[in-house]
């Protein structure tokens, strides 16, 4: 079984990471922000049926999710950046890694 909203949750943040040069691009920064938004969101877990988890992520592409999990994503990555779990001299900026 598994929360089939952490694919898109990645994906969202991935290319929400790239249009803010400001926030750190740390792995620790990262889970943060992808535990806060799948924390935030309704799961929708898949198990064995292929024909279920077709339906779901079929669900999960449609513009309105995809919506919503960016402004749980946003906030996560701001309520992030506004307190760090490390400090300054961790800081990784956009393209040096993460």
Do not use: W
């Amino acid at each position: 079984m598994k929360n089939a909203l952490e694919e898109l949750v990645l994906e969202v943040y991935s290319q929400l990471r790239t249009r803010d040069a400001e926030f750190c691009a740390c792995q620790r920064c990262q889970d943060d922000v992808i535990a806060q938004a799948l924390n935030k969101a309704r799961p929708r877990y898949i198990g064995g049926s292929p024909t279920g988890a077709a339906v779901t992520r079929v669900s999960l592409a449609g513009d309105s999710a995809r919506a919503e999990m960016a402004v749980l994503v946003f906030d996560a990555m701001r309520r992030v950046s506004q307190n760090p779990r490390h400090g300054p001299e961790d800081y990784v900026p956009l393209g040096a890694g993460g």
